[in-house]
């Protein structure tokens, strides 16, 4: 065949862009439905097996709450998906293509996994606005000349994750003068400013008052769809408000896994966990 037939021969079999984008074996499947497979999976500190052959999985679009008693794992869990700890065993894969264990943890973040630890981290002398602009530019130390030199749709994005994080009046101030709530919606707006698919939340709304902890609620659903959210948190008032699918970890493991009501009343989990 001529070149330009071998060409089309490519676009009609819809394999165009195969010789047209890098390979970077990174581009996340999810067409059948499921963002995120963990199986078997097992760690062990000293002995002592801090994941127990843990089996998980989780929609794309989701927001799922992930509960448990004190040790049951949940953060060691969101540990392995990030690449922090390595499993002994299992596999742990982000669609049906990314396997998560033969990536590192930067390698990981750029695949679409972004993480909100407990403590929020922003840049304290900053205002709102170069926060979110640093975060977009990942790499902190070209953050001086960038300014200038941003585009309309990059102030676009900051603009609509202001809005998304309640902090659109605020974004001139400090961050160091926001309230302790305010400073994790500004670190989810961070995270959110690098497109995660999947954003995993450890404990979001301790510390937080009633209030805060509602404005919380409503961001976190307002993500799902677009992103895939994973919330461990123990405040079950917290729990009720978000959830459609509450998994309880116990020992390593999937104790139970339903709507907050089925978990609720299954006495296995009561006897573990809410009954406390
Ligand atoms: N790096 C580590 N070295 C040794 N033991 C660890 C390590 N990380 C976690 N563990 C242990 O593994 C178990 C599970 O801990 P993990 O932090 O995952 O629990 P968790 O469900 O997040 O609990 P919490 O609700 O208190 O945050 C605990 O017994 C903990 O002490
Ligand atoms: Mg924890």
């Not at 065993?89 to 973040?109: H, K, M, P, V, Y």
């Not at 602009?133 to 130390?141: C, S, V």
């Not at 009720?240 to 299954?266: K, P, Y």
Request: hydrophobic letters at 40%; glycine letters at 10%.
């Amino acid at each position: 065949m001529k070149p330009l037939d071998t060409l089309r021969e490519q676009v009609r079999r819809d394999r165009v862009f195969d010789f047209m984008v890098p390979k970077t074996g990174l581009e996340l499947d999810v067409s059948h439905g499921t963002i995120l497979y963990l199986e078997g999976l097992t760690v062990s500190f000293d002995g002592f097996k801090a994941i127990d052959d843990l089996n998980l999985y989780v929609g794309a679009g989701e927001l799922r709450c992930i509960i448990g008693p004190n040790g049951a794992g949940k953060t060691t869990m969101m540990d392995i998906v990030t690449g922090k700890t390595r499993p002994d065993q299992g596999s742990a894969w982000f669609g049906q293509r990314i396997d998560l264990l033969r990536l590192n943890e930067s390698e990981i973040a750029e695949a679409g996994i972004g993480r909100k630890f407990q403590k929020p981290t922003v840049f304290e002398q900053h205002s709102v606005f170069e926060n979110l602009e640093m975060a977009m530019a990942g790499d902190k130390r070209v953050w001086p000349t960038l300014y200038a030199r941003l585009n309309g749709e990059q102030r676009d994005r900051i603009d609509q994750v202001l809005d998304l994080i309640g902090l659109a009046d605020a974004r001139r101030e400090r961050a160091g003068a926001l309230s302790h709530g305010q400073k994790q919606w500004l670190e989810i707006g961070m995270l959110l400013m690098q497109n995660p698919k999947l954003l995993l939340v450890d404990e979001p709304v301790a510390g937080m008052t009633h209030q805060e902890m509602d404005r919380t609620a409503e961001l976190l659903n307002s993500l799902a769809g677009q992103h895939t959210v994973v919330v461990v948190e123990h405040d079950m008032d917290f729990v009720r408000s978000i959830a459609n699918t509450v998994t309880v970890l116990h020992q390593g493991r999937v104790l139970a896994e339903g709507s907050m009501e089925q978990v609720q009343n299954d006495p296995r989990v009561v006897e573990v966990y809410l009954g406390e």
